[in-house]
């Protein structure tokens, strides 16, 4: 399980690795909100990855 993708860029691994440590700590994974503050996004329009997008269309 902590098999390490060749084709993770470092701030993907620093991503997987927060998730990772999330679930142990706590049982279940993050929400959007905790991962970007606990990985330091300020912002998710700023951000490399895509957010879902599930969420704006359940409005």
Same mark, same amino acid.
């Given at each position: $399980? ?9 701030? *993907? *691994? =620093? ?8 679930? *142990?700590?706590?049982? *279940?994974?993050?929400?959007?909100? =905790?991962? %970007?503050? %606990?990985?330091? $996004? ?15 269309? %359940?409005?």
């Amino acid at each position: $399980m902590n098999r390490r993708p060749d084709h993770l860029t470092d701030r *993907e *691994e =620093q991503i997987l690795r927060c998730i990772r440590r999330w679930i *142990e700590d706590t049982g *279940e994974g993050p929400s959007v909100r =905790q991962l %970007a503050h %606990a990985v330091g $996004m300020r912002s998710r329009h700023r951000s490399p990855i895509t957010w879902p997008t599930w969420n704006a269309r %359940a409005r």
